[in-house]
């Protein structure tokens, strides 16, 4: 499958789903036959585009539960929009299980989750923090895919959004086994301590979508990355070294894929990287600062939306070409 960001000019039986990066002022897209989600992360109308996944096989789908799905023998895409509520936990909770229900059934194992959370740093109607609302769901749900669910966590990411209650949207694959990796330099995020809120988030920090000969020609779903060393954030004030520690891991985790499957990759192997930026002051710096560090050959977009810790500033996710 392939990411692209041009509207769908592709023939219509190619699309595996589209999820619109929008503002809250724009009205809601248009049903299609495809999954289509509108997340509400665009500060204005030059942020907004479409993330658009495409496969070179025709694909069908239809509703399961609150999914929207579709899938073309090899690759599965599904969208789902949780109604805010003044609590998120059982409607997370019962998306993921539904998640979890349809790859199970087809046949595909999850490769990486997209969550976004309206006013994610809010309390809920109890007092705890909507990411950590949401992050009890979401365990809840993925801590029974199997005895050992950890081994079969897929990449992800949670950020915020201008409005609504909860977004998200993921890839899964049927033929090839997905390799899930951590960063060495950091706490499995599924091993948090407690004081991060009452269950732990659960994602890898990248996926491996091996090629047809190995890792080599695979996909490397690289999830948000921020500035977290252990388990703690660095920095919690500074957005320059925000950006470094970042980068550092996004290099450190990079270099560890290398080491585990025999290759090598870098940054510049990004093919394309969101990076979400809290304040909107610092956007030319944080997208100057990572166009450097991928080169020319990146797609990077840049969105002004909350990240699920109220001190991280910045956090980074994409896909890479395994060479
Ligand atoms: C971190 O390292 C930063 O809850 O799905 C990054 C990627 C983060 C995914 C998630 C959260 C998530 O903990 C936050």
């Not at 087809?106 to 740093?121: A, D, E, M």
């Not at 960063?183 to 599924?190: D, F, G, K, L, T």
Request: charged share 20%; glycine share 8%.
């Amino acid at each position: 499958m392939t990411y692209s960001t041009l509207a769908p000019t592709t023939p219509p039986e190619h699309i595996l789903g589209v999820v619109r990066h929008l503002p809250t002022t724009a009205g809601s897209p248009p049903a299609a036959p495809w999954p289509s989600v509108a997340v509400r992360s665009a500060a204005d109308h030059d942020q907004a585009f479409h993330e658009v996944w495409t496969s070179s096989r025709t694909a069908f789908g239809g509703q399961y539960k609150n999914l929207s799905y579709r899938h073309d023998g090899e690759t599965f895409f599904c969208a789902a929009e949780i109604p805010d509520a003044a609590r998120l936990r059982n409607a997370v909770r019962a998306t993921y299980q539904a998640v979890v229900e349809l790859t199970r059934r087809l046949g595909y194992r999850l490769l990486r989750v997209w969550n976004h959370v309206g006013n994610i740093n809010a309390g809920n109607a109890d007092g705890l923090e909507r990411y950590r609302d949401f992050c009890q769901g979401r365990a809840e749900a993925l801590e029974d895919l199997t005895g050992e669910w950890r081994v079969h966590l897929p990449a992800a990411s949670c950020v915020g959004a201008l409005a609504g209650g909860a977004v998200l949207y993921c890839l899964a694959t049927r033929s090839r086994r997905p390799l899930h990796f951590e960063n060495p330099h950091q706490v499995p995020a599924y091993h948090y301590p407690p004081k991060y809120g009452p269950r732990s988030p659960s994602f890898a920090r990248a996926t491996l979508l091996p090629g047809d000969t190995g890792p080599a020609g695979g996909q490397l779903f690289v999830s948000g990355t921020a500035s977290v060393v252990g388990h703690a954030t660095t920095h919690p004030d500074d957005v320059a070294e925000q950006c470094d520690t970042t980068e550092e891991n996004l290099e450190h985790l990079l270099k560890h894929v290398g080491q585990q499957t025999g290759t090598s990759p870098g940054l510049p192997d990004f093919r394309f990287a969101k990076i979400y930026v809290r304040q909107a002051p610092d956007i030319p710096y944080v997208a100057g600062k990572f166009r450097s560090a991928f080169g020319e050959n990146t797609e990077i977009r840049v969105l002004n939306v909350d990240l699920c810790r109220s001190d991280l500033l910045l956090e980074v996710e994409g896909v890479v070409a395994m060479a």
